[in-house]
């Protein structure tokens, strides 16, 4: 058994009691609190394997069986669903042709591209209805006109009044407002997340790997100097607060596409005036306004448009419809983008991820203008990435000066691309790519190789952040990377007098060998704080799992005064399976029925005493 030292109950309240006195707090009786203990299911050195496998917890829920139950879900007979989800046809859905419309065989695009997208496509009726139509243009380029007056406000930009070589041409070089900002290590200065500041380009002081090879996901480990950023009246990094990052996309994806709309080469770095009818883009939060901004094309795709994260949309085909010139191509895309071919977008929408390259290599014939596409792509937005230390005490030197550094785990998402054979997530890629560079520089001696993170204070006021400031007991229950902002807890816990031996860590991981992220930097009692489960090894089990073998921890802390439970990681399995044992402690502990030990959960969440931050 691990035992914890002893301190005072600080009132359990047993909902079961008879007698309304035994709920009130009893401050002067002394008692112990229950330790993390081992049950005869607990992993342990002397555990024997286990032979059966078990199948994984699925998070989906079924609400549909049968007619009936779609009848009382939309209110509509299975023909009547099926008619309006299939474009009035209903042939796609039930394999039959209509007696009565005329198909066509349509040759498919001969490239693995196409194949790629595994777009179900039998017969195309020659007649479509329902196209829709084309989406506003909202985005228009111009060349920079010789200045008469002061440029727009919300650039931040001005022109040179100076005329140089290339005065006599067009296009007018923007002034220093402009080269200010190196886009090759952050946004233009009008994307903005955090305003009134901008995106603070901070120094990656180290990176490393935490996971071993043969991890099933990799996860690094990041120190950030923050020393200079910009300071703000009464708003400071906070423990279990979380960074903003504003990730740029892959350059090699960017220069697929450019290579795919046919962009010269002198004209994707060539400064150029940009205008907007109206919305946020290219801004992360700003005003929905008009806009005149001095950009480029390269930095629009790499900074403020989403190339890779959302399902492809309607608007998107259509665009690509118009300009297709080859028939075959152009078919495919208005069938898409019609009544008739309503089933086939729907099965094309929920496959796999497609990303913007993917898209124009499959209809190459498409070469839509620049302008045209943003008008009809989603805006790239920040990733968050929780603090992994206590921000208040994580400082190193570094050329002789003391560095302020924030500290974060990184685990890297990985999806199938049609052309490199996996590709990775917008901000955990980028930070992989940045991790690489450091390490080999680092194990290459260059000592002046320097690598940046563009980041902003996002958000400190979070609910791990704000419930985290109490002297009750806490149990932080985490899984993956979701264990990585419970570091900074336990430090900041174990400083201070009054909160000894009142916290306790629940981590569930894969296998301990090659994937527990921070093993040995939890402090000098880690071994009494934290229980590790592990799902791949052992006796194989999962985090949810624990929280039952830990009922009388997880009652005693719940039911003590200002007692927190915390909650963080990935919502599907885990985030539903720690909720599912929590009311089955709740049933088992307090005496209560499924619906009160649900309701008993709920209030406790909304008093801020249960906090679950999963994703």
């Known amino acids: 058994m691990i035992a914890t030292s002893s301190h005072p109950n600080e009132g359990i309240v047993n909902p079961a009691s008879d007698n309304p006195a035994d ?24 555990d024997e394997p286990v032979i059966h496998r078990r199948q994984r917890r699925a998070s ?31 042939g796609c859905c039930l394999g039959t042709r209509r007696g009565d419309v005329e198909y066509e065989e349509v040759a498919l695009p001969d490239n693995d591209a196409f194949k790629s997208l595994s777009i179900k496509l039998k017969d195309i009726p020659t007649q479509l209805t329902g196209i829709l ?23 931040g930009v001005f022109f040179d009044e100076k005329v140089d070589s290339e005065s006599k041409s067009e296009y007018i070089c923007p002034g ?42 990799r996860t690094y480990h990041f120190d950030l100097d923050v020393t200079d950023y910009p300071k703000e009246e009464l708003v400071d990094f906070k423990v279990g607060g979380a960074i903003g990052l504003m990730a740029p996309n892959c350059e090699l994806s960017v220069i697929d596409i450019l290579d795919a709309l046919m962009i010269p080469r002198f004209l994707r770095d060539k400064p ?58 152009k078919k495919i895309l208005l069938y898409l983008c019609s009544n008739e071919g309503s089933s086939a977008f729907c099965d094309f929408r929920g496959g796999p991820n497609v990303t913007l390259d993917q898209l ?16 009809v792509l989603q805006p790239l937005m920040p990733r968050f990435y929780s603090l992994s230390s206590d921000p208040l005490e994580s400082y190193q030197l570094r050329d002789h ?13 990985e999806s199938m691309d049609w052309r490199r054979g996996c590709r990775t997530g917008v901000g955990s890629g980028f930070f992989e790519r940045q991790a690489r560079k450091f390490i080999r520089a680092q194990n290459a001696g260059e000592k002046d190789a320097v690598f940046y993170a563009p980041m902003f204070k996002g958000l400190m006021a979070n609910p791990l952040a704000k419930q985290f400031n109490s002297d009750g007991p806490m149990l932080l229950i ?17 400083k201070q007098a009054n909160c000894a031996n009142k916290v306790w860590v629940l981590q569930g991981i894969r296998d301990s060998l090659v994937d527990e992220i921070y093993n040995g930097e939890w402090g000098v009692h880690e071994s009494e704080v934290k229980r590790v489960v592990q799902s791949r090894a052992g006796t194989g089990r999962y985090v949810q799992e624990e929280v039952l073998n830990q009922a009388d921890l997880v009652w005693y802390i719940i039911n003590s005064l200002d007692g927190r439970i915390f909650v963080c990681g990935s919502s599907r399995g885990m985030g539903e399976g720690v909720e599912s044992s929590l009311i089955e402690v709740a049933m088992a502990k307090g005496n209560l029925e499924r619906e009160e030990a649900r309701s008993f959960w709920q209030l406790k969440k909304d008093e801020g005493q249960y906090i679950a931050e999963t994703w």
Not at 183 to 197: E, W, Y
Not at 362 to 368: C, K, N
């Open 23 to 46: 709920c009130l707090p009893l401050e002067a009786t002394p008692s112990v609190a229950p330790s993390l203990t081992y049950s005869d299911d607990s992993d342990s050195q002397e």
């Open 60 to 90: 989906t829920r079924l609400i549909a069986q049968n007619a009936r139950d779609i009848q009382r879900i939309t209110g509509e007979s299975t023909a009547e669903f099926v008619g309006r989800c299939c474009g009035g046809s209903g």
């Open 133 to 155: 139509d084309m989406p506003e243009k909202i985005v228009s380029f111009a060349s920079i006109p010789r200045p008469a007056t002061p440029s727009p406000t919300d650039s």
């Open 176 to 217: 220093p407002g402009y080269e200010a900002v190196d886009t090759s290590i952050q946004p233009p200065r009008f994307v903005q997340p955090h305003p009134p500041h901008h995106v603070y380009p901070a120094r990656i002081h180290s990176a490393r790997e935490l996971t071993r090879p043969g991890a099933e996901k």
């Open 272 to 329: 150029v005036l940009m205008r907007t009818t109206k919305g946020r883009w290219p801004t992360v939060w700003g005003d929905d306004k008009p806009r005149e901004l001095i950009t480029t094309r390269r930095d629009l795709l790499t900074w403020c448009t989403d190339i890779s994260s959302y399902a492809p949309s309607k608007p998107l085909l259509r665009v690509l419809a118009e300009h297709a010139t080859a028939a075959n191509e």
């Open 360 to 375: 124009l290599n499959a209809f190459p014939s498409s070469h839509p203008p620049l302008d045209e596409l943003l008008s």
């Open 401 to 413: 000066s003391q560095r302020r550094l924030v500290e974060i785990a990184v685990t890297v998402h």
């Open 478 to 494: 985490g899984a993956g990377v979701g264990i990585a902002p419970f570091r900074g807890f336990v430090q900041r816990r174990l």
